[in-house]
């Protein structure tokens, strides 16, 4: 006989109903929180609720409509769109105080975000979306204009304790069993400030364990938890690595594997959106200036799959991938600002040359500003050798292009012009 007798996840049996209840996010919910005199006035702005998963913004959601006492409709941005949404709005009033919450806002294009504007702006709804994506990429500027962004932290490993405590003492399951924390370390590290994940994972422990006192241990945690992965790979419970294994494949440049993990995103229901941003960011990171198109290819990539959408949106993706993976890679330009910025971190703001100062006054041109700057067109090749860095870091090479043909003709160039100064 199975020893759990509700036949709902942990996670939803632990859903708070009230903000004090809420483990984490005390910023916005504390007692003197702006969220919380907002609920006590019970003056609800439209809002877009941003963090990671399983921080809170369903829960937060729920228990707004039930502490003001509202109607309250929710629709899914995966599976919604605009006939939902208008649908919703048609069925209320204005000055009905609805409250619409819509999980995965961000999943909305740019008409469906659209329907939703003069509803909110004339008060016939209260909007509160969720979004793990920032908003200022995601959301239309318009509709973030009529909102309150708030944004949630990852639950800290303090949070997780107490979730963890709590739902130990308090759900109706668990708090029959005699369950031990003696290690926490890979349960918190596997839950990544998610605590649905950690609820989850926790249930999971609990239920695989046969001893009458369950002692939850590291070495118990990854065991289940690789069980785990192989069970729910493929509705894409393992996000974090997949997209880790995606990078490090077309990092080391084996375009077979990259496209594997690819269409595993793709059957994961992975955002197409979030795919293509981390093309980007990998084409200046780790390719850079070995193939400068790279970053080209990601850009218009990801212009092109906003355009698209899926089901087609997978063949720009793939063709992206594999282009991606197939470049010689540097990552020079990704070190270069790095160390520049510890540079700055050890050096403070030093004084900037006078020579390349700014002059935009007389009294700026008497003070020495721009006095000695060399223009480098009115010399020969267009290049005057003068000193660009604060006198105290004079000499300090930050950018070493990187080991392949590309950089190789930058080093050569660079070499030609700062033969002394810089050891390239």
Request: hydrophobic share 40%; net charge positive; charged share 25%.
């Amino acid at each position: 006989m199975n020893m759990f007798q509700n036949n709902f996840p942990l996670a939803e049996r632990m859903r708070p109903s009230k903000l004090s209840d809420l483990v984490g996010q005390n910023h916005l919910i504390g007692e003197n929180s702006v969220l919380s005199k907002a609920i006590t006035s019970g003056q609800i702005p439209s809002m877009i609720l941003w963090g990671p998963p399983g921080t809170g913004k369903t829960t937060i959601a729920n228990i707004i409509a039930n502490e003001v006492k509202r109607p309250f409709h929710t629709l899914s941005a995966v599976s919604s769109g605009v006939k939902e949404v208008r649908k919703v709005i048609q069925t209320v009033g204005r000055g009905s105080k609805v409250i619409l919450f819509i999980d995965e806002i961000h999943r909305f294009n740019k008409a469906q975000q659209d329907a939703l504007l003069g509803a909110v702006e004339k008060g016939v709804i209260t909007l509160i979306g969720a979004t793990t994506e920032n908003p200022s990429f995601e959301i239309n500027s318009a509709l973030i204009s009529r909102s309150h962004v708030y944004m949630l932290n990852a639950l800290t490993k303090e949070d997780l304790l107490q979730l963890a405590q709590k739902a130990i003492r308090e759900d109706v399951d668990l708090s029959k069993e005699e369950i031990v924390l003696k290690e926490t370390e890979a349960l918190f590290n596997l839950s990544g400030g998610d605590g649905r994940r950690l609820l989850n994972l926790l249930e999971l422990l609990i239920k695989s364990d046969k001893e009458k006192k369950k002692i939850i241990t590291d070495e118990k945690v990854t065991k289940v938890a690789q069980q785990k992965t192989v069970l729910y790979d493929k509705k894409g419970e393992m996000h974090y690595d997949i997209i880790s294994a995606f990078i490090k494949s077309i990092r080391g440049s084996d375009p077979n594997a990259a496209v594997y993990y690819l269409a595993r995103m793709i059957a994961g229901g992975e955002d197409v959106k979030f795919i293509a941003r981390r093309l980007i960011i990998l084409a200046s990171e780790d390719i850079g200036n070995a193939n400068p198109t790279a970053l080209v290819m990601a850009t218009n990539a990801f212009q092109a799959v906003n355009l698209i959408g899926y089901p087609e949106a997978r063949i720009i993706l793939s063709q992206c991938v594999t282009y991606l993976a197939s470049s010689p890679k540097s990552n020079a330009s990704y070190m270069a600002i790095g160390k520049a910025q510890s540079l700055i971190e050890r050096t403070g703001d030093l004084s900037i040359p006078l020579a390349i100062r700014n002059s935009s006054t007389q009294l700026m041109k008497d003070s020495g500003y721009s006095k000695g700057y060399k223009y480098a067109h009115d010399h020969p090749m267009n290049f005057a050798e003068m000193e660009f860095f604060p006198e105290e870091i004079k000499g300090i090479k930050l950018y070493d292009p990187g080991k392949n043909a590309r950089e190789e003709e930058l080093r050569k160039f660079l070499k030609a012009r700062w033969k002394g100064k810089y050891e390239y």
